[in-house]
């Protein structure tokens, strides 16, 4: 085999390896795109579109994610009773489903969280919730005070932090304690891993803060009311409460 035959098929297969990096991060960014707006998964045919959306920036996603979401009703309630379940760890009642705007998911949660915040008790009840579903107990007395340390999270984020102390303190009978951390393979909620120019771009167009270089100061996480969060080895991720985000 002659030096220029070698050189050509090693060219073709690190072009190969370009194309298919280039389709990953289109997939990825479309992935976060219906994650941001929804709250959820990407359907089986919203996923045979994406090959039809190569070069397409996030911002251009998100205009048409809103006209979905102001001219289907289903996928409108669909996105509220998504965010509300996710913030208080309960079902929304159908009159508040119904008067459902047209927000995406993220402004939702960032709605639905100050409400919360502005309900001490209700907020107590949903850290209750989160212990439940994670570690099967009621929080301890200690750990309430733990928790009003920091700004009100939704029932989502406690479940992941709650998640991951129990991982690393089984069998979860020491009380919470430490930074808040959400590993980025998580068993709930469902976490999604960003390429740290992927998660740049989100936080951009969300409108939120650049992630710091100093992990202690958090940044890794995207969601509502994550500020004080960190993820585990300082990955990029992005939560939601959907099922899968893998």
């Not at 760890?89 to 459902?100: F, M």
């Amino acid at each position: 085999m002659n030096f220029f035959r070698v050189w050509a098929m090693l060219a073709a297969a690190a072009a190969a390896v370009s194309v298919q990096a280039a389709c990953a991060a289109e997939v990825d960014r479309a992935m976060a795109a219906e994650l941001v707006a929804y709250g959820r998964c990407a359907t089986l045919e919203e996923r045979s579109t994406w090959g039809a959306r190569d070069g397409r920036a996030l911002p251009e996603m998100f205009d048409a994610a809103r006209r979905k979401l102001r001219d289907d009703a289903t996928e409108r309630r669909a996105t509220f009773a998504r965010a509300y379940s996710d913030v208080f760890g309960a079902a929304a009642s159908e009159a508040e489903v119904d008067a459902a705007s047209a927000r995406f998911y993220s402004e939702h949660t960032s709605v639905l969280l100050a409400a919360l915040t502005a309900r001490p008790d209700e907020y107590r009840r949903v850290i209750e919730r989160a212990y439940e579903a994670a570690l099967g107990r009621a929080p301890f007395a200690e750990e309430y005070g733990y928790w009003a340390e920091f700004r009100p999270l939704p029932y989502v984020l406690l479940v992941g932090c709650v998640e991951n102390w129990a991982r690393r303190n089984a069998p979860g009978l020491m009380a919470t304690t430490g930074v808040p951390t959400i590993g980025a393979d998580a068993a709930q909620p469902a976490v999604f891993r960003l390429a740290p120019a992927l998660a740049a771009e989100v936080r951009r167009v969300l409108g939120q803060p650049l992630a710091s270089l100093d992990l202690a100061a958090g940044r890794t996480v995207i969601g509502t009311g994550a500020e004080a969060i960190v993820s585990v080895g300082g990955v990029h991720v992005l939560v939601v409460g959907c099922e899968s985000a893998r």
